[in-house]
């Protein structure tokens, strides 16, 4: 069987040449089974039913419909991690072009260079752009996910004090997180207590503007705020007023927009977290394994909108993938029709997330079009997908 998968952005082509010779890119999405995607959005998006996955080459997933794809049985995958060391990085170069004022001490290099006697003026300007160094200060990271976990880690390295808060961090994070950091349980203690803060959640509804007004009144004076995760985890506007103030010393943001750029105090680049060639290439191979794990063998790992499930490749006669609603008795229902038309169950892993649910089924015999038409039928089913 050929899959054919479409990009709708630039990906890496050393993370497409991990696609076999069972795979086919085409131009037009409409007749793809999988779709590579980086910023594009896809509200507007008309879904073919021939599309059965979705592959974002990074973390954030706001430019994908995702209940609109669950509903129709397309799998959303996200990379995380993969990008997580380029944002790292750019994490510790906000913080140290934050408290070092680089940028002003290069603006004014700049603005001098034609002084024969730039050398000797340098050496009494010097002083205005005089800075503090990280090591010793307290470092709060809201957000204990890949790239926080690695931020932390980093900073206790260059011998910072490190609080992190994350009421839902992973068991995996919390293996790998160095035992010098302290894990707070309330995130009043990062705003009350540190010199540098860095966010590092997802955009949900719950989060947007979670460092806002209040949270900054919060803040000891002086305060040096890092955003790379999205601009809307924070009220700009309340965070510039308070740079006014003399409250917050800088506000570095990956986000450029009207708010902060330009702005005194305000340190912007444009969107560079994830753009180094390392992380392109890191993202691009795993959102194409995410996709030929999932057309290949009906395996789910990564997704944003169906849950985890794994059954390895299928060596039984068959398989089928079911996706549909998270509700009492869809299993006795599936397997009543199996039942009933003969159909010997091999093995069987069902998982839920929320109000959505997928079922993997292995038949001793190759699944048949009339039995999948009969599943469809079932109330509350999304869709059937004859895997093998």
């Known amino acids: 069987m050929t899959y054919k998968f479409a990009c709708l952005n630039s990906i890496s082509p050393i993370g497409l040449k991990n696609f076999t010779n069972k795979y086919e890119q085409v131009s037009d999405p409409a007749e793809a089974n999988g779709l590579l995607v980086r910023s594009a959005s896809l509200h507007d998006m008309e879904f073919s039913d021939s599309l059965y996955a979705i592959a974002r080459a990074g973390a954030g997933v706001n430019n994908i419909p995702l209940m609109k794809c669950a509903e129709k049985g397309i799998v959303v995958f996200n990379t995380p991690g ?15 072009l934050a408290a070092r004022d680089i940028v002003g001490g290069v603006d004014w290099v700049r603005d001098n260079c034609s002084d024969e006697n730039i050398a000797k003026v340098a050496e009494k300007e010097k002083k205005k752009f005089a800075g503090t160094e990280l090591q010793g200060k307290k470092l709060g990271i809201i957000g204990l996910g890949a790239i926080g976990v690695i931020v932390a880690n980093a900073a206790v390295n260059l011998g910072m004090d490190v609080y992190g808060y994350d009421p839902y961090v992973s068991v995996d994070s919390a293996w790998h997180l160095s035992r010098k950091i302290t894990h707070v349980l309330n995130v009043d203690d990062i705003y009350k207590n540190c010199d540098f803060i860095t966010i590092h959640v997802p955009l949900l509804d719950s989060t947007i503007h979670m460092i806002d007004k209040k949270a900054v009144s919060m803040m000891k004076k002086g305060v040096i705020l890092i955003n790379m995760a999205r601009d809307q985890l924070v009220d700009e506007e309340a965070v ?5 103030a003399g409250k917050v010393r800088r506000y570095v943001s990956d986000f450029p927009n009207s708010t902060v750029s330009g702005k005194k105090g305000c340190i912007t680049t444009p969107h560079l977290g994830a753009s180094t060639e390392e992380s392109e290439i890191n993202c691009a191979k795993m959102a194409v394994d995410e996709l030929k794990d999932y057309l290949e063998n009906g395996n789910i790992k990564n997704s944003v909108n169906y849950p985890s499930c794994d059954m390895g490749v299928c060596t039984a006669g068959g398989r089928v993938g079911i996706f549909h609603k998270n509700q009492p008795s869809m299993i006795t229902q599936f397997t009543q029709i199996l039942g009933a038309s003969d159909v010997n169950i091999a093995g069987m892993a069902n998982k839920s997330r929320k109000e959505v649910a997928y079922t993997l089924i292995d038949f001793d015999s190759p699944a048949d079009k009339k039995l999948v038409e009969q599943l469809a039928q079932v109330n509350g089913v999304y869709r059937v997908r004859i895997i093998k």
Do not use: C, S
């Open 82 to 96: 993969a990008n997580a060391n380029g944002v790292k990085e750019l994490v510790f170069a906000g913080m140290l």
């Open 240 to 244: 510039v007023a308070a740079i006014e």
